[in-house]
């Protein structure tokens, strides 16, 4: 990071200079009420409520925000969540908090559990990994730390991310187009139009296309998209509604692509060097998804009904050559399919005590059936099944202090059905099942207290719990279910008269039955010699009680921390966001009890008891400083920049790997390779330019991310790795009538 250590000392010398004239600025403007923080309206709760009042901790992301910054991809809107990580893998980007991260292998690509954190749409859940590129017409983002289960259709015990996008509204004809030029080839676009056809009838139809070259030398990390969204709104009445919406995603980028492995980016003279010069053949993902939102208001309560069904197909054709170079070109065609019902009965507004009662189904079923010109094949089938009743209530004892409890009961079935030939042990054909259970008599429940201390400022204090099922067994046996149990106190406020807002939380989280998968195969089977040379000829023998698609046991951890969130209107023309957040993990309970032929093969028991988990760092802080300038025709210029530091953390586990020797009997040896799977301390940072006419008809931003194009590790294996974006400049212009 040496060579990148003038620019962040001319950074904060440039922010400590602007600092210095904060506080006659402040004097003279905080007896100003012009000035003041908004309220933000959420509906995490499945009901509308400021988000100062909502007794979660979590963040809120505006969609007019995401816009102005040329943000439209999940690791670039969560940038500025300090507790928020991303870890890269063949199915896109997986958003981890608070250091539960969704490290699982994928089957084929497909997925065979629930996301950590998933990723909601209009209040409606898919079990797949999306990598949320490209979203777009959106009114806001919500980030809920922590299990949900005992609202949400998910049980992502790391939390709930709720992408909102723009609705109908009968009042006003609205459009709004968006382009946006940059580096890599950068073109996108982006609009909407809002067309009231009647005072009960009104149409929203939004697109998106973009598409960049790929950052990796190989022209992999590139994308593709072409999205549109209609939704029709009826509202016959105040009391009843209809939302139905029909939306349809082509993504026909090659996707991510690997590195060459570096411990330090020093290392490297170029991080984004591909491991292979062979990119692939590009993807041809279509989703198609369409879901309704019925509400009908009976007085008393509101009911809501959420149908939705989406189905995402894609066929792929690679050709090259194999281990035996041998020509080869093989055909993939994948389909998923998502079918849901979320059916609840939720307390209106004014009523004395909060409640909701509801239930969701959720069911996915995926398919990927690969054939190739070599006789090779394979047949995948993964499916889950959710079925789930909830309740919550919150009782106030007094004008300043209530209570919550909430309570879900659910059944879950996680089946995968593998089916390959050839095996690459037996040379014949090898098949594999899993079914994995989760039983309706084993809830998850939330208890709390919340505690006004003022109009502006409330304690809460919760215990949460929730699960995970995971695909595979061990020894014979289905895995056990993950589970969590969460643990928070928190504090929101504002002061100064709305012009600091000031949220804290501290959480312990007991995790259990994680589920730790180490690579390796062929170090576990006894190796033949053919013609005297050591080699594996198909007749080895097998080591009891080891899974042939690698190692795997499961592990206990605890995880405790502290999240801060503040945003400051410093004067009229001022606004400093500061959020730092604290972690630390560690491990109660894992270790590989290795049998006696993989002892005296040299392969001795492992035991990370104490170590820290992956994708945990201890400190992560990320501020954000932006300045108005007005202009004599009205016009506002406002410069922003964003700096994020984050502490070292592991990216696996596993500090080290598993070779073996070519001595006939292929023994076990360890190789450390803790450079390559550790992210070092570093920092980014942003800077933006927006400008906004009088009327805020129209906005142009110049923005350039990652000055110091500093290459942050999302994910890390043996020889290879998946790196995040180099540094991207462009500009974006939007329009709004």
């Known amino acids: 990071m040496n060579r990148n250590f003038k620019l962040f000392f001319t ?66 809107i969560l940038s500025n969540v300090s507790s928020a990580m991303f870890n890269k893998d063949s199915d896109g980007l997986r958003v981890v908090i608070r250091g539960v991260a969704d490290d699982k292998p994928e089957m084929m690509a497909m997925p065979t559990t629930a996301p950590i954190v998933a990723l ?33 259709a998910s049980t992502s015990f790391g939390g709930i991310i709720n992408v909102v996008t723009g609705s109908p509204k009968t009042d006003k004809f609205e459009v709004s187009g968006t382009l946006e030029y940059g580096n890599y080839a950068l073109v996108r676009t982006e609009g909407y139009m809002n067309a009231p056809l009647s005072d009960t009838v009104a149409l929203r139809a939004a697109f998106s296309s973009s598409s960049h070259d790929g950052y990796i030398s190989n ?56 491991y292979s010069t062979a990119a692939g053949s590009n993807k041809n993902n279509i989703t198609r998804s369409i879901y309704a939102n019925i509400d009908y208001d009976f007085g008393f309560a509101t009911l809501s009904l959420v149908p939705a069904y989406s189905k995402k197909t894609n066929s792929n054709v690679q050709a090259g050559l194999n281990a035996e170079d041998v020509f080869v070109t093989s055909t993939t065609e994948d389909v998923g399919k998502d079918k849901g019902l979320e059916g609840r009965l939720a307390s209106n507004d004014g009523s004395f005590i909060k409640w909701i009662v509801g239930f969701n189904w959720y069911k996915s079923e995926y ?84 505690y006004d201390l003022s109009e502006n400022s409330m304690l809460f204090i919760d215990n949460s719990t929730s699960y995970r099922t995971n695909k595979g067994e061990i020894n014979n046996k289905p895995l056990p279910y993950e589970t969590l149990d969460a643990y928070s106190f928190g504090a929101k406020n504002r002061f100064l008269e709305n012009k600091l807002q000031l949220n804290a939380t501290a959480y312990y989280y007991i995790y259990k039955n994680y589920l730790a998968v180490g690579g390796g195969t062929a170090q576990f089977y006894r190796l033949t010699e053919l013609d005297g040379v050591p080699g594996y000829t198909g007749e080895g023998e097998a080591i009891p009680g080891f899974d042939p698609n690698g190692f795997r046991t499961t592990g206990d951890m605890n995880v405790y921390g502290l999240d801060l969130q503040s945003s400051t209107i410093v004067s009229s023309k ?10 630390h993990s560690e491990w109660t309970r894992l270790y590989f009890d290795f049998p006696q032929y993989a002892n005296d093969l040299g392969m001795a028991d492992l035991d990370y008891k104490g170590m820290g988990k992956p994708f945990d760092p201890h400190w992560v802080i990320n501020a954000a400083y932006s300045h108005n300038f ?33 001595d006939g009997w292929y023994t076990p040896i360890k190789t450390s390779l803790a450079g390559y799977r550790t992210q070092e301390a570093y920092y980014l940072a942003n800077i933006t330019g927006i400008y906004a006419d009088i009327e805020g008809r129209w906005t142009l931003t110049a923005y350039v991310k990652n000055i110091t194009e500093y290459a942050v590790k999302q994910s890390s294996g043996t020889r290879t790795m998946r790196i995040g974006s180099p540094r991207t400049y462009g500009a974006v212009f939007s329009v709004k009538y």
């Open 11 to 76: 950074i904060v010398f440039l922010v400590a200079f602007i600092f210095m004239e904060i506080p006659s600025s402040y004097a003279q403007d905080i007896g100003s009420e012009e000035f003041t923080l908004e309220e933000i309206t959420v509906t995490a709760q499945k009901r509308a409520e400021n988000q100062q009042k909502v007794a979660i901790a979590m963040e809120v992301i505006s969609g007019d925000e995401m816009k102005e910054l040329g943000r439209n991809d999940i690791d670039d």
């Open 120 to 152: 909601n749409t209009d209040g409606v859940f898919s079990n797949r990994k999306a990598s949320g590129n490209n979203l777009y017409d959106l009114e806001r983002v919500e980030v809920l730390f922590g299990p949900q289960s005992t609202l949400y």
């Open 219 to 274: 022209g992999t990390d590139d994308q593709d998209m072409k999205s549109a969204r209609v939704k029709a709104l009826f509202q016959p009445n105040d009391k009843g509604s209809f939302l139905l919406t029909g939306e349809i995603v082509k993504d026909s980028g090659i996707g991510p692509g690997s590195v060459v492995a570096f411990k330090n980016q020093d290392d490297a003279d170029d991080p984004w060097t591909a």
């Open 367 to 450: 398919t990927s059936v690969m054939t190739a010109t070599d006789l090779s094949w394979r047949d995948n089938l993964n499916a889950i099944d959710i079925k789930a009743g909830y309740g919550n209530i919150t009782y106030p004892v007094t004008n300043l202090f209530r209570v919550t409890g909430g309570i879900r009961f659910s059944k879950e079935r996680n089946y995968t059905h593998q089916v390959n030939y050839p095996d690459m042990f037996t040379g014949g054909l090898h098949e594999e099942f899993s079914d994995v259970r989760h039983p309706a008599d084993d809830p998850d429940y939330k208890v709390g207290i919340e």
């Open 574 to 583: 001022d606004k400093l966001d500061l959020n730092i957040s604290y972690s």
């Open 630 to 662: 007005t202009f004599p025709n009205g016009g506002i210029f406002t410069p922003r920049i964003d700096i994020r530091f984050q502490s070292e953390t592991f990216m696996e586990w596993n500090p080290e790997t598993i070779t073996y020797s070519t």
